[in-house]
């Protein structure tokens, strides 16, 4: 099954800044998610963004898609420590969802 | 707001054991899904079900096996419980097969000694 896989795996930032996560996968897709976890705990789902849209947004998050490249972005923006956590992107196959490896976003004081 | 819940948060099993894992979801959803996740790896499709006593294979389902018989609960169950199988397990379930967002539970970590 294909993976999205996110880049970099790990981001350290001050509060404040804006943090940056990319995600690429291998086959076309009709959607892309993306999912954020709490260190322990389940994932939250933040954002979906279809084949046919470029970009989309979300309070905080602008998350991009270039379907040509097989990439998205997602774009926190004015990071808070309590964005401290892993975040995954997800594509769909056949009533299933396949995760990456997910990028740590450490935000500190 | 749809809730998701697991029966243990903590659970520590010897090797041999069999081990159940429960999961409830309360918004009558079709989809429920079992993932496994492990350091590096992320998280793995272990099992899902798409009705009630349906089930499909996921991407690792050696070693384990599902049971729902009600539409509300989806149950992971270790034959045989060995070290490999320590990881942290969420569970997981969509309103149907159309539906994209997953709602998840808290997690279970268990380990096996």
């Known amino acids: 099954s294909q993976q999205g896989e996110e880049d970099p795996q790990a981001l350290s930032i001050q509060e404040g800044e804006n943090a940056t996560m990319n995600c690429s996968y291998k086959?076309?897709?009709?959607?892309l998610q993306w999912y954020r976890q709490n260190s322990g705990r389940g994932l939250v789902h933040l954002i979906l963004?279809?084949?046919?849209?470029r970009e989309k947004h979300s309070g905080r998050l602008r998350v991009t898609l270039d379907t040509s490249k097989k990439s998205s972005s997602l774009l926190i923006t004015a990071s808070r420590a309590a964005d401290t956590a892993s975040y995954f992107c997800a594509t769909e196959g056949y009533s299933t969802l396949t995760f990456g490896k997910g990028t740590m976003l450490l935000v500190s004081p | 707001d749809v809730k998701v819940t697991q029966s243990s948060r903590y659970l520590v099993k010897r090797t041999g054991e069999k081990v159940f894992l429960e999961c409830v979801q309360d918004m009558d959803h079709e989809n429920m899904f079992w993932y496994r996740q492990d350091p590096g790896l992320g998280l793995r499709l272990i099992y899902f079900s798409y009705d009630v006593k349906m089930k499909e294979k996921g991407d690792i389902p050696e070693g384990y096996s599902v049971s729902r018989e009600k539409k509300e609960r989806f149950s992971l169950i270790l034959e045989s419980a060995s070290t490999n199988q320590t990881s942290m397990y969420l569970c997981a379930s969509t309103l149907d097969r159309a539906a994209y967002e997953q709602y998840f539970g808290p997690g279970t970590r268990l380990t096996v000694t």
């Open positions: 963004i279809r084949s046919n849209e």
């Open positions: 086959t076309s897709i009709n959607n």
